[in-house]
Every structure is written in C-alpha cells, then in structure tokens.
C-alpha cells in the first residue's frame, strides 16, 4: 500500500532497541500509590507471607515470576520490578513480530506493533498479571499456528499448555480457551477432520493445570489458592459490587456501545477528510485549512475516546482479513485467532476494554494496515432524497487518510505521555522529586506527592518495622511494599473488597492474627490524582463528596469505624492527609 521496502534483520534490532530505551526513559518517572502498591506487596510477600497477600493468589502465576524477581534484588524496589515489565513488553514485542513477519509485511508489523506498546497515555506500570498475560497468548497463537499448519500434535499440546497456566496468572484467562475453536474454523478453511487434533490442546491445558498444582504443593500453597478462589466467590455479593457477575457483563455491553458509537464517530471523521481531497483538491489554502481544523477535533477526540479508537480499528483489521477472499488462508487463521482475543480477553476484568484492552491488541493492529494494503478501491455512496451520489475512493486517498489519522494519532500520544504518568498527573518535566525509601529510588514524581508521602513515612516508622501488620486504608497499598509490612486483611488493598467480603475478612484477621495492627487512614482521593484532603474520609453519613466517584461504600466505612472502636484504637499522629492509628489493647 505505502511501497514499502521489508526491513533487514538490522532494521528490526534497531527499532526493537529504540523501543526498549524509550520504555526505560518513562519508567524512571510516576508514582502510583494504587495498583503499583497492589502488586508490589505481592511480590514482597509471597515467599515472605503469602497468606498476607491470598487475595492477590487470583494472579497466582505473577506474583511466582515477580516474586522471585524481586528475591534475586531486593534493595531494587520499584524501578526493578519496572524493569520486569519492559523485559516481558519487549519480549511480547518480539514474539508477535515473529508470528506477523510470516503472514504480512514487516513494515506494517512494526508500525502495528509499536503503536500497541505505546497505546497508554501514561508510560508503563510496574510489572503485574496483564503483562504475563499478553505474553502467553501471543505465544500460544504462535504454537497453534504452527501445530496447525505443521500438522503436529505436539506443539497443539504446548499451545493447550500455555493456555492452562495462563488461567493462573489472571483467573479469567480460562476465557482463552476458545482458541481451540480455531481448529474447526481450520478446518473449514481447509476440509480437514480435526477431532484427534483437538485433543492436543485440551491435553496440554490438563498438563498445565497438574503443572502449577504440583509447584502449588512444592511452596506449600494449595490452602491459600483455595481460600482466594472461594474469595472470589464472596466478592460481588453487594449489591452494585463492580466485581459481581451482573456488573461485568454490564461492564462489558457498555464498552460495546462505545465501541459501536465509536466506530460511527470514525466514520464521519473519515468522511469529512476524504470530501475535503474531493471537493477542495483544486484550492490547496481551504483544503489545508479544513483539514487543520479536522486535526484540531481529532486531538480531541482520540484523548476523549482513549483506547477504543484503537479497539475499533483492530476489530476492522481482523473482520477485514476474514471477510476478504484473496488474502491466504494462513493469515485468516491469524486474525480468527486475534479476533477471538480481542473478543474475550477482556471479560472478568470490572474496567473491561478501558483497563485491560491494550494487551489484546497485539496482533489485531498491525493486521489493520496489512487489511487496508489490500483496498484498491471503493465507493462511497449517499442518499439524498431522490438522488444518490456516488464518489470512488482510490488506493492514494485510503494511503492519505490513513497517514493522516496516524499523524493525528501519534501527535496526541506523544504530549499525552509527556503530561502524566500512571495515576501520576502533571508534565514529566515536572517529575523530578523522590520519595525518602531505598524502595523507591530511582523513582520521580512532583514536589507535592513526594511531600505528601515523605511526611507520612518519616512518622509511619515510630510505629511499624519491617514484617509487621499494617492496615492500610483504603485506596494506599504502596505503603505496605514501602514499609516492608504485611496486608492485616488478606489484601493490600482493601478498597478492592465490597462490604459483604470486607466484613468477612476483618472478621476473619480478628480470629486468626493475635496482634492488633497499627492503621493507617487516609483523608484524601488517591485513584487517578491526588486531591485536597477532607476530614470526613470516615464519615459514613455525607453523601455528597468524591469518594463517591471512586467506588465509595459507606458500609465499608461503618465496618471500619466499628473495628476501630471496638479496639480502643487512638490516633498518635495526624496531618491534613494521614491519621495513623494505634491500638491502645494489649
């Protein structure tokens, strides 16, 4: 389409090391008190205390990798485990150019691929379950593609394999388990008996599972996988729970919506440039200044749409592979494969798309541009009352578009990733402050957060030391890697519980653990940004606030204030951001 030369094997070492340098460069900066926190703590607690962290056992396979990473440096903290995630990315990178590179040009590949790895606005997170799970897909797909046009039962059995502990590092996962249809969608392809062959997968999946129950046994781990997974069980029983089945598939139809509404936003847009090339392509100063205001909107709208957009466009690159005849039957397979990750990876997780997306798109992406390399033409029709009118659209006019949205696009990604990192707002050129933890070194974020959380661990360390409980409430779970302390309830994060599985396991810590935990509450919203600070954090009665906005429940707050009382707890130090709590019981 673009007349694009294949890159030399150079070529691609080059841009593969462009993409890892510019990932180290963002990692050096953003703080995030939330999901950063959340897997941390696992990290520095699974071979520590793992019962400390059961609820994170539902990432059971991440918190085995990012654990043992963090044992082979512990002093590394957080910018260690950031470089975890860059290995796993650039690995993901790797993987899926190699499978692309063998159906499609090499060009579209990287350009496809470097756009995915670039998605987000805000950089990279720490290394957490997404990642790993991104990466044994795509490695997967490759097995089955293999095994599928090889003919050999034992690379199926590896590709059921990947996918059996695949369902460890994120529990949802087992919804990849639909890959095995692309045997009968073969196939169809290709009038070949597949029933023998389907067995291979479905075997390597019974391996994996036997696989991760043995190391289960080997840690001494089996109870707490089962208590996590009775968990989730419990979890989603209030009523307007984000985690409750009914929520998730809610959760899911609305990104649908969007996706469609989306899809028709696109299709004005792309309306509107080509009937500027057409009607103005004689007047190069109208059409350079309509086309600027087109840009102007687009900058707008990819930021407001975020990851759909890009979502969009994989669903037309994969329908577009399928639904064209003259492309092989080998990339079909590919795209069935992509589409099918696309389509339920995302399922299970209470964001749905918004949060979990970019690690499905690997291979839809770059499929996109293979798609539209293949349009040579077509037409553009319009009813107007008793007149149609008919506009062809050249191959040179899909190439203009095309570029032009990229363009668009890139611009936009570009300046968003320089303003904020992951739950870390504001320029980069103003992230150069630390926070006071060899556990954070190495990590920049704004004056005004290093303050806030320096101020916080200066005091925090008359009252906690290494391998003591903290309760951290309730949206701080960084607190506990950066103090060394173990989770009271189960959970780093214990905004993550609703009501029902918040009473359940401060109940159940109150059983189980002798000691009564130092607390340590904050007075300020923490997801996203930081906000100013109230004094009503723990008022159960206002309404009217913006921990509504964030998942508030104020019959967590009623179960929180009630363990405080019932245990003489007093506050012992306290600032406009922080209270923290100490038991006056003995």
Request: with cysteine; charged share 15%.
């Amino acid at each position: 389409m673009f007349n694009l030369k294949k890159p030399k094997d150079k070529e691609f070492y080059f841009i593969t090391f462009m993409v890892v340098i510019l990932q180290i460069i963002l990692s050096f900066q953003g703080f995030d008190v939330c999901d950063d926190g959340f897997v941390l703590t696992f990290y520095q607690q699974i071979y520590n205390a793992p019962e400390s962290v059961e609820y994170n056992f539902v990432y059971w396979l991440s918190g085995v990798v990012g654990g043992a990473w963090y044992k082979l440096y512990e002093n590394g903290g957080v910018l260690w485990l950031r470089f975890l995630a860059i290995i796993f990315n650039t690995f993901t990178f790797v993987v899926s150019y190699k499978i692309l590179k063998t159906f499609i040009n090499e060009v579209y590949a990287l350009l496809g691929l470097t756009i995915v790895l670039f998605v987000n606005d805000f950089g990279f997170l720490t290394f957490y379950h997404n990642y790993i799970t991104a990466l044994l897909a795509v490695m997967s797909i490759s097995f089955f593609l293999k095994g599928i046009m090889k003919s050999n039962y034992n690379l199926l059995i590896i590709a059921g394999f990947l996918l059996g502990i695949n369902v460890f590092s994120r529990i949802p996962n087992v919804t990849l388990f639909v890959f095995i249809l692309v045997i009968p969608y073969a196939w169809y392809l290709q009038n070949k008996m597949v029933f023998k062959t389907i067995t291979a997968p479905i075997f390597g999946i019974i391996l994996g599972f036997i696989t991760v129950y043995i190391l289960l046994l080997s840690l001494n781990q089996v109870h707490i996988m089962k208590n996590s997974l009775l968990g989730l069980v419990n979890l989603g029983k209030t009523e307007g729970s984000s985690h409750n089945v009914l929520s998730l598939f809610y959760t899911y139809l609305h990104n649908y919506i969007k996706l469609v509404v989306v899809f028709c936003q696109l299709l004005i847009f792309s309306i509107a440039i080509l009937s500027v090339l057409h009607f103005f392509k004689n007047n190069r100063f109208i059409k350079g200044f309509v086309l600027i205001l087109i840009s102007l909107l687009l900058l707008y709208w990819f930021k407001s749409v975020g990851i759909f957009i890009i979502y969009v466009i994989g669903y037309i690159g994969t329908l577009g592979v399928l639904f064209t005849k003259q492309i092989k039957q080998e990339i079909k397979l590919l795209a069935f494969l992509a589409l099918l990750m696309m389509l339920f990876l995302p399922l299970g997780s209470s964001g749905g798309i918004r949060s979990s997306g970019y690690m499905c798109i690997w291979l839809a992406i770059p499929l996109f541009f293979h798609f539209i390399s293949h349009l040579e033409q077509f037409s553009i029709k319009i009813s107007l009352k008793n007149e149609i009118i008919s506009k062809d659209v050249s191959k040179n006019m899909i190439k203009f578009l095309s570029l032009f949205l990229l363009l668009i696009y890139s611009t936009q990604k570009i300046y968003s990733i320089s303003q904020e990192a992951y739950f870390d707002q504001g320029s980069r050129f103003n992230k150069t402050y630390m926070i006071d933890s060899e556990l954070a070194k190495g990590v920049y974020t704004t004056k005004e957060r290093s303050v806030i959380i320096n101020d916080l661990l200066h005091n925090l360390k008359k009252y906690v030391k290494p391998n003591d409980y903290l309760l951290t409430y309730d949206k701080i779970p960084m607190i506990h890697f950066l103090t060394e302390t173990k989770p009271y309830m189960y959970n780093p994060w214990i905004w993550i519980y609703d009501s029902y599985s918040f009473k359940k396991n401060m109940e159940r810590a109150e059983t189980e653990i002798d000691v009564l935990p130092v607390i340590v509450q904050q007075k300020f919203e923490t997801i996203f940004y930081f906000s100013e600070p109230t004094e009503y954090y723990l008022n159960d009665k206002i309404k009217d606030d913006i921990r509504y906005n964030n998942g508030f429940d104020s019959e967590r707050v009623k179960l929180m204030n009630s363990f405080i009382l019932r245990n003489d707890y007093e506050i012992v130090w306290s600032n406009a951001y922080f209270n923290i709590f100490k038991s006056n019981k003995k």
